[in-house]
């Protein structure tokens, strides 16, 4: 069970840090704001494997410590973790050279979403009961 929940942190953090990547050339594209100097695509795609690893390990850890309630505390504390994560960019202080500094949380915020949609999409497919 301890790889497959590796393999789903894996895949669910390459198909996040894909999913950013592409929202990040199509907000860059639609509006002219290209902030991958400070958003720089190889972070992006690694803090999202992380992201979903650390989901994997986490479930994995709570499913075994609290079998009964594990999953439930899992999930909500992984979406609490997600909301939370969104302040990072609102409080993120940009070099004085960028233009359009208030569309850089247009672009970051969804991207905190995208690990934990991942990783509850893909969790069936690789967690049965």
Do not use: C
Request: zero cysteines.
């Amino acid at each position: 069970m301890f790889k497959r929940l590796l393999l789903l942190g894996l895949i669910s953090g390459v198909l996040a840090g894909v999913a950013s990547l592409i929202y990040q050339k199509v907000y860059a594209n639609s509006l002219g704001a290209d902030f991958s100097a400070i958003a720089k695509p190889v972070n992006i795609v690694i803090i999202s494997i992380l992201a979903g690893l650390l989901a994997s390990v986490g479930y994995g850890l709570l499913t075994k410590w609290l079998p009964r309630a594990g999953e439930i505390i899992f999930n909500f504390v992984f979406v609490i973790i997600t909301f939370a994560s969104i302040l990072w960019p609102f409080a993120a202080k940009l070099p004085l050279e960028i233009e359009m500094p208030e569309l850089y949380p247009g672009l970051t915020v969804p991207m905190h979403f995208f690990p934990a949609l991942a990783w509850f999409t893909l969790k069936p497919l690789f967690i049965k009961k």
